[in-house]
T-cell receptor, first 114, second 114 residues
Framework: EAGVTQFPSHSVIEKGQTVTLRCDPISGHDNLYWYRRVMGKEIKFLLHFVKESKQDESGMPNNRFLAERTGGTYSTLKVQPAELEDSGVYFC????????????FGSGTRLTVV | AQSVTQLGSHVSVSEGALVLLRCNYSSSVPPYLFWYVQYPNQGLQLLLK??????LVKGINGFEAEFKKSETSFHLTKPSAHMSDAAEYFC????????????FGTGTLLAVQP
């Protein structure tokens, strides 16, 4: 089966610009997660979708971040306007069930804001 | 609140030597614990998971980890390191609740010397 796909793999934008990251989960996986790793820090949870509904968005840093999952398939994460501290690697993951099964992660999008 | 501590941000071993990566967790309830690996330019890959069954968990690529409740530890080991094991390793605990999100440690970068 195809894995979790993220694109772009890299993005370099200027401060104040808008960037949209996309994640295509494994087909049939209702749960979709976004995580972020800022350089030198731990990987942190951003939000969780169950199908098209936001189950938990407690990790979203601020209202410059907007995540959507229209139709319960792919998801987008928009950063508008981007700030320098938004630089990092954004990971998407999906899972079919809860309960300690672990997720399948994508390769991540490396975002650099200059 | 649950948390994970990985001791040693960088570990270097010789090829053929024992690999020991340390992880301690904090959880008020029996945890689900995971080890993930990130090879260069790739996504996070699940190495192994503990979900309250056997305390010694075997994973892929010859890795294993032992859950020790009395020590609140979940250290990752491999008897003999290969050059291909060079990567970054992350310990994580799954938070209970509707989200089942992962809380990660800061990661350990493993270098394998010839």
């Amino acid at each position: 089966e195809a894995g979790v796909t993220q694109f772009p793999s890299h993005s370099v934008i200027e401060k104040g610009q808008t960037v949209t990251l996309r994640c295509d989960p494994i087909s049939g996986h209702d749960n979709l997660y976004w995580y972020r790793r800022v350089m030198g820090k731990e990987i942190k949870f951003l939000l969780h979708f169950v199908k098209e509904s936001k189950q938990d968005e407690s990790g979203m840093p601020n209202n410059r971040f907007l995540a959507e999952r229209t139709g319960g398939t792919y998801s987008t994460l928009k950063v508008q306007p981007a700030e320098l501290e938004d630089s990092g690697v954004y990971f998407c993951a999906s899972s079919q069930v809860f309960g300690g099964s672990g997720y399948t992660f994508g390769s991540g999008t490396r975002l650099t804001v200059v | 609140a649950q948390s994970v501590t990985q001791l040693g941000s960088h570990v270097s071993v010789s090829e053929g030597a024992l690999v020991l990566l340390r992880c301690n967790y904090s959880s008020s309830v029996p945890p689900y614990l995971f080890w993930y690996v990130q090879y260069p330019n790739q996504g996070l890959q699940l190495l192994l998971k503990y979900t309250s069954a056997a305390t010694l968990v075997k994973g892929i690529n010859g890795f294993e980890a032992e859950f020790k409740k009395s020590e609140t530890s979940f250290h990752l080991t491999k008897p003999s390191a290969h050059m291909s094991d060079a990567a970054e390793y992350f310990c994580a605990v799954s938070e209970y609740g509707a989200t089942n999100k992962l809380i990660f440690g800061t990661g350990t970068l493993l270098a394998v010397q010839p």
